[in-house]
């Protein structure tokens, strides 16, 4: 049976601006840190994988030192903690919609039998939060999530997306990867993965090379998606639906 798996922010909706950028800034202010992520900055800031990550990746030796930080990875574990909290109040406010097609291509997999997953490098409670809003409870409880530090290695790594099939006992050549950015389309691909992306607000310029089928969204009845980039010559008529999964697996 084929399965169906979704990188969460930037596919399943569009958190990365109006969440997780404005919850980091939340978080600045409240430490009374000198920073606050622009746009330019924080699309930067996306090519490295991980919250942890790009939180560690801006505190220089001169900022460490200013901001007394004795032990710098349990400062930033604090503060990631403390973010994710503030981008779970923001996600509970229902203020960033699910992306179009989202749920009907979920619940058309689940229906079919389908394995269904997300594997993310942000936070399982994150994730889960971002599915339900999705998809509501019931369909999210069908979903696997594979998240956050379960393996060393954040994407551009293959890791998360060899973790997921091992755990779900599937080869690459039988499961689909929905991505959005360039770093997450690296890795289902490095992991052997066929991908469809589905561009988000920040990564519509990234280099999406391996990718089968590369998407505004995956398309709604009477709001089709538009295709911007169709190397494999696919049969795609405007919706993402498991006939198309089949051709792009095929």
Known sequence: MPALIFDCDGVLADTERDGHRVAFNRLFAEAGLPLRWDDAEYERLLRIGGGKERLTSVITPERAAAWRMDDIPATVARWHARKSALYLDLIATGAIPPRPGVGRLIGQALAAGWPV????????????????????????SQVAVYAGDIV?????????????????????AE???????????AAAVAAGLRTIVTVSAYTAADDFSGASLVLTDLGEPGRPAQALADPADLPFGGLVDLALLEAVLA
């Open 117 to 140: 997953a997300v594997a993310s490098t942000s936070l399982e409670a994150s994730v889960r939060a971002v599915l339900e809003l999705a998809v509501g409870p019931g369909l999210a």
């Open 152 to 172: 060393a290695r954040k994407k551009p790594a293959p890791d998360i997306y060899r973790h997921a099939l091992a755990d779900l006992g599937l080869t690459p």
């Open 175 to 185: 499961a689909v990867v929905v991505e959005d950015s360039g770093i997450g389309c």
